[in-house]
């Protein structure tokens, strides 16, 4: 009794502290992770190839044009309204890159820029449309859907599809893999001192300020799991072609876009915006300008994101258009953590939820299941993510009022 009483003490008030952190929906990444954990290990001992530096390093891949994509959706879920057009940007991108390129002898890197450009031109213009009339972001985006459909199938013309260099930049994206040991091993390096310093550069300047800070230990010990996760990472690809470029691209764009919400003047507006319009404009935010910039990210990055998804094809098609992405992107966002009730999630959410899905429709592949379990089995996960969700808030929400 003696010996038990202790660890029965530690248990409780372990207890105690996670059923605090689920009603102030504080529980971060973990359930996601958990989840992600479940999903790979089923598939392992389902087929041993599952967990292949083969497989895992095409899934790094994979998982890079629709992740793109659930980046800029976030950005938009962040103050609490939808993008219905992504789908069809992305197709648009593409379909631009390769009219210009293809059809009118326009140097690549001139074109990628056009077709990102008028990815950000179109979405700034739902912002604008959506800020300016009082429309309701559902209404404006869905008429953007259907317009930038309608335009990249005209840009395709009648064979539905542009073929462009395999050897060209936009090809490269997906293609180019650097297979020194230093490129895998150095990023993993990189990123976990860079968390590291961080951390402790956090932990100095609240220490400066007064404010309470956490042990250095807890800091050590929260980057132990990112260490292993990351060098273990860099051990699998490094065993079948090294470090993609996409999946490098797409961690710096992750990496650029978390430092823009969390660090910057511009982020925390957006975070307080997606708490509430009153208390933001009472704050001092400039709503407008605020949701014009964020629909502006979500068309740039769905451009992007539609770049990748024509070099995986070497070929524009029209099906990052046919809804299947604008879907999968949306459901990465919010399976990932981020809230569709906005002021909640970071951009990392994009790539757990794009990574959840994405095992998904690789283990299934393996297993040669129909695609339509496979969406079956999406919308579950997708369901369960916005109940957890909807009942972690009202938990919150009535902590607050007692």
Same mark, same amino acid.
């Given at each position: 009794?003696?010996?038990?009483?202790?660890?029965?003490?530690?248990?409780?008030?372990? =207890?105690?502290?996670?059923?605090?952190?689920?009603?102030?929906?504080?529980?971060?990444?973990?359930?996601?992770?958990?989840?992600?954990?479940?999903?790979?290990?089923?598939?392992?001992?389902?087929?041993?190839?599952?967990?292949?530096?083969?497989?895992?390093?095409?899934?790094?891949?994979?998982?890079? $044009?629709?992740?793109? #994509?659930?980046?800029?959706?976030?950005?938009?879920?962040?103050?609490?309204?939808?993008?219905?057009?992504?789908?069809? +940007? %992305?197709?648009?991108?593409?379909?631009?890159?390769?009219?210009?390129?293809?059809?009118?002898?326009?140097?690549?890197?001139?074109?990628?820029?056009?077709?990102?450009?008028?990815?950000?031109?179109?979405?700034?213009?739902?912002?604008?449309?959506?800020?300016?009339?009082?429309?309701?972001?559902?209404?404006? !985006?869905?008429?953007?859907?259907? !317009?930038?459909?309608?335009?990249?199938?005209? /840009?395709?013309?009648?064979? $539905?599809?542009?073929?462009?260099?395999?050897?060209?930049?936009?090809?490269?994206?997906?293609?180019?893999?650097? =297979?020194?040991?230093?490129?895998?091993?150095?990023?993993?390096?990189?990123? &976990?001192?860079?968390?590291?310093?961080?951390?402790?550069?956090?932990?100095?300047?609240?220490?400066?300020?007064?404010?309470?800070?956490?042990?250095?230990?807890?800091?050590?010990?929260?980057?132990?799991?990112?260490?292993?996760?990351?060098?273990?990472?860099?051990?699998? +690809?490094?065993?079948?072609?090294?470090?993609?470029?996409?999946?490098?691209?797409? +961690?710096?764009?992750?990496? =650029?876009?978390?430092?823009?919400? @969390?660090?910057? &003047?511009?982020? @925390?507006?957006?975070?307080?915006?997606?708490?509430?319009?009153?208390?933001? /404009?009472?704050?001092? #935010?400039?709503?407008?300008?605020?949701?014009?910039?964020?629909?502006? #990210?979500?068309?740039?990055?769905?451009? #992007?994101?539609?770049?990748?998804? =024509?070099?995986?094809? !070497?070929?524009?098609? !029209?099906?990052?258009?046919?809804?299947?992405?604008?879907?999968?992107?949306?459901?990465?966002?919010?399976?990932?953590?981020?809230?569709?009730?906005?002021?909640?999630?970071?951009?990392?959410? %994009?790539? +757990?939820?794009?990574?959840?899905?994405?095992?998904?429709?690789?283990?299934?592949?393996?297993?040669?299941?129909?695609?339509?379990?496979?969406?079956?089995?999406?919308?579950?996960?997708?369901?369960?993510?916005?109940?957890?969700?909807?009942?972690?808030?009202?938990?919150?929400?009535?902590?607050?009022?007692?």
């Amino acid at each position: 009794m003696v010996v038990t009483a202790p660890a029965t003490g530690r248990f409780r008030r372990f =207890a105690e502290a996670a059923r605090r952190r689920l009603h102030e929906g504080g529980l971060g990444p973990a359930p996601v992770l958990l989840a992600l954990a479940v999903i790979w290990a089923v598939f392992q001992s389902l087929n041993a190839n599952f967990l292949s530096p083969r497989n895992l390093s095409v899934l790094s891949v994979d998982i890079v $044009g629709t992740g793109m #994509v659930a980046v800029g959706v976030v950005f938009v879920l962040l103050i609490g309204e939808i993008d219905l057009s992504v789908g069809s +940007l %992305a197709g648009l991108s593409g379909a631009l890159f390769a009219a210009l390129n293809v059809n009118h002898g326009m140097p690549e890197w001139l074109a990628v820029l056009v077709a990102v450009a008028a990815g950000a031109g179109a979405g700034a213009f739902h912002g604008f449309v959506f800020t300016k009339t009082g429309l309701p972001a559902f209404v404006v !985006t869905l008429a953007g859907l259907l !317009t930038w459909n309608g335009l990249m199938l005209y /840009l395709l013309g009648p064979e $539905g599809s542009i073929n462009f260099s395999g050897d060209g930049l936009v090809a490269m994206l997906t293609a180019r893999h650097f =297979a020194a040991a230093v490129a895998t091993y150095g990023l993993a390096a990189l990123g &976990t001192a860079a968390h590291l310093a961080v951390s402790f550069h956090d932990r100095g300047r609240r220490a400066t300020a007064g404010l309470p800070r956490r042990p250095a230990a807890e800091i050590w010990v929260r980057t132990a799991p990112l260490a292993v996760t990351a060098f273990a990472a860099a051990y699998v +690809l490094d065993r079948f072609e090294g470090l993609p470029l996409a999946l490098l691209i797409f +961690l710096a764009v992750l990496v =650029a876009s978390d430092l823009l919400l @969390r660090r910057t &003047t511009c982020g @925390r507006e957006v975070l307080a915006l997606g708490g509430g319009t009153e208390a933001a /404009l009472r704050a001092g #935010v400039e709503v407008a300008r605020v949701r014009i910039a964020v629909f502006l #990210v979500s068309g740039a990055l769905a451009a #992007v994101g539609g770049l990748f998804v =024509a070099s995986r094809l !070497t070929a524009a098609t !029209t099906v990052p258009g046919s809804g299947m992405l604008l879907i999968n992107a949306i459901a990465a966002a919010v399976i990932g953590g981020t809230s569709l009730f906005g002021g909640r999630g970071s951009t990392w959410s %994009a790539l +757990l939820g794009v990574l959840i899905i994405q095992s998904i429709a690789s283990g299934m592949a393996l297993l040669g299941v129909q695609p339509a379990v496979q969406f079956m089995i999406t919308g579950g996960v997708l369901l369960i993510a916005v109940v957890f969700d909807a009942l972690t808030r009202r938990a919150a929400a009535g902590r607050v009022r007692a």
